[in-house]
């Protein structure tokens, strides 16, 4: 094989290796979305009556293992793919986050755990979004 037969079949190779890194994300992007979804039901549900705390604070594990997932899954598809690695930065920046806006939301003041919550729904419809999107 001569050097440029060997570097034209390398970005196949590299695009096969990320199809189930990139599978992973897209998977797990859209269940974060559909949980996110859920918190937004159920904190609605909490505001007006003191509804029910059990389910957002459920939901709230769900999305932490999710993101956490969907983290582990950009690292993965960056490694794969040999970048763009800002994917997993914005992941792994959300599902920290998502940390941060859960203890505000059990210790502190609901004018921060509700914008919280928007910059985590921000980007992780971001990152479902962009894992959808079509590549060349």
Same mark, same amino acid.
């Given at each position: ?21 990139? @599978?992973?994300?897209?998977?797990? *992007? #859209? !269940? &974060? $979305?559909? =949980?996110?979804?859920?918190? +937004? %039901?159920? /904190? ?12 957002h ?24 793919? @040999?970048?763009?690695?800002?994917? *997993? #930065? !914005? &992941? $792994?920046? =959300?599902?920290?986050?998502? +940390? %941060?806006? /859960?203890y ?22 971001w ?10």
């Open positions: 094989m001569t050097s440029s037969t060997t570097a034209a079949t390398r970005p196949g190779r590299a695009r096969r290796a990320a199809t189930g890194p990139l @599978r992973a994300v897209q998977v797990t *992007a #859209v !269940l &974060a $979305v559909v =949980v996110l979804a859920w918190q +937004f %039901v159920t /904190a609605g549900e909490l505001l007006p009556r003191g509804g029910p705390v059990e389910l604070a459920a939901g709230a594990i769900a999305l932490h293992v999710v993101l956490g997932l969907l983290a582990i899954a950009a690292i993965l598809l960056g490694r794969a793919a @040999r970048g763009p690695w800002w994917p *997993a #930065v !914005l &992941a $792994v920046l =959300v599902f920290l986050l998502s +940390f %941060v806006q /859960a505000v939301g059990s210790h502190g003041p609901l004018a921060v755990h509700v914008p919280c919550a928007l910059v985590v729904t921000v980007g992780t419809v990152l479902a979004a962009w894992s959808l999107t079509p590549r060349s």
